[in-house]
Structures are given as C-alpha cells and as structure tokens.
C-alpha cells in the first residue's frame, strides 16, 4: 500500500497563497490516482472534494468552489502531489487531505473510493 504524508498548511490572510504538498512513499505512486478533500465544516460529514488528477497527470478535475483559484499537479519523479491555493477565502479554512485509489476513477469525487489518506494539514484563513 502507500503511505501518504502532507505539508505546507498554516495561516494566512485572506487572498495569500499556500502551496500544499502530498508526498506519498511504498508503492509506485504513478499507479495512483490522486486528489485532495477538505474536511467539511459541518459535523459528521464527509470528507468534501476538492481536485483530482490522474495517474500521468494530464487531466484535472475541480471543485467548483476552487476553479480559477486552486491548481493541483503532481511530480510523478519526485512522488509528490501538490495542492496550489491562490485568492485564499476564509471559506476554505479546513483540514486538507490528500488521497489515493490505484486506478483512474470515473467517481472521483466520492471519498469512500479512495483507500489511502494521509493525515491532514490544516489551513486557516483569516479575513
């Protein structure tokens, strides 16, 4: 299986950027197909999607809240997947995790499809 392990989060102001990275160890991470989530605010809820990408990384997938504002990529050389978070709202304050399923995914935005989860790194935006 394959481990997961994100970094980059903290706090900032409204309309900074972050840069969230995910980087994954133990197995062949360019058989993964990845995305982040973010936790939802409201208790007891699912993990919300927030982007995907595929295993070569040619196709995206977004979020509607995040397009225009959030590009995810990933470096299939350095095993790492990242997260780039411009405009930052107060809104999106939350923990963000990365995922992996080991295939391409049709329903990407489900997270009960994707077996592996890092631990989460929490971003805070302040108005």
């Known amino acids: 299986q394959v481990q997961l392990v994100e970094s980059g989060g903290g706090l900032v102001q409204a309309g900074d950027s972050l840069r969230l990275s995910c980087a994954a160890s133990?197995?062949?991470?360019?058989?993964?197909?990845m995305a982040w989530f973010h936790q939802a605010p409201a208790p007891g809820k699912e993990r919300e999607f927030v982007?995907?990408?595929?295993?070569?990384?040619?196709?995206?997938y977004y979020a509607d809240s995040v397009k225009g504002r959030f590009t995810i990529s990933r470096d299939n050389a350095k095993n790492t997947m990242y997260l780039q978070m411009n405009n930052l709202k107060p809104e999106d304050t939350t923990v963000y995790y990365c995922?992996?399923?080991?295939?391409?995914?049709?329903?990407?935005?489900?997270?009960?499809?994707?077996?592996?989860w890092g631990q989460g790194t929490q971003v805070t935006v302040s108005s």
């Open positions: 982007a995907a990408i595929t295993l070569s990384g040619r196709t995206t």
């Open positions: 133990g197995r062949t991470f360019s058989n993964y197909f």
């Open positions: 995922a992996a399923a080991p295939s391409d995914l049709r329903t990407f935005a489900a997270a009960s499809n994707y077996p592996y």
